[in-house]
C-alpha cells in the first residue's frame, strides 16, 4: 500500500511537466485562431467598404475613407498581434533567439514601450 502511495505521488508531478506546456500551446493556438477569425471579418468589412466606394456620392466618399483608414489600423494592430505571439512562443521554444524576435519587432514598426503603439 505504501509503495502505491508513493509511485502516486511520484506520478503527479510528471502528469504536471507533461501537460503544461500542451496547456500552453492550446492556449497560444487558440488566441491565434481568435486572432485570425477577427482580422478575417476586418477584411471582409473593408471589402465591402470598398465596394460602397464604386457606388457612393462624392459625399459619402470621404465618410467610406475614413471607415476604411480605420479598417486599415485594426488590421495592422491584428497582423502584429498574431506575428508577435507567433514569435513569442517560438523563442519560448527555443525556435529563434531574443535578438531575432527583437529584430521582428523592430520590422514590424512596433514599439513596445509605447501604451499603445500605434497611436500613442
Do not use: W
Not at 502528469?15 to 477577427?38: D, E, F, H, K, Y
Not at 460602397?52 to 471607415?67: S, T
Amino acid at each position: 500500500m505504501g509503495q502505491d502511495l508513493l509511485s502516486l505521488e511520484s506520478l503527479i508531478p510528471t502528469l504536471q511537466l507533461a501537460t503544461g506546456p500542451v496547456i500552453v500551446i492550446s492556449g497560444v493556438g487558440l488566441l491565434l485562431l481568435c486572432m485570425n477569425n477577427r482580422i478575417a471579418r476586418v477584411i471582409d468589412r473593408a471589402r465591402l467598404v470598398a465596394d460602397e466606394c464604386d457606388v457612393a456620392e462624392a459625399d459619402e466618399l470621404e465618410a467610406h475613407y475614413a471607415k476604411l483608414e480605420i479598417l486599415s489600423q485594426r488590421a495592422r494592430i491584428l497582423r502584429a498581434s498574431i506575428a508577435l505571439a507567433a514569435l513569442d512562443r517560438l523563442m519560448r521554444q527555443g525556435k529563434f533567439r531574443k535578438e531575432e524576435v527583437a529584430k521582428a519587432i523592430q520590422d514590424l514598426d512596433y514599439d513596445p514601450s509605447k501604451p499603445n503603439p500605434y497611436f500613442a
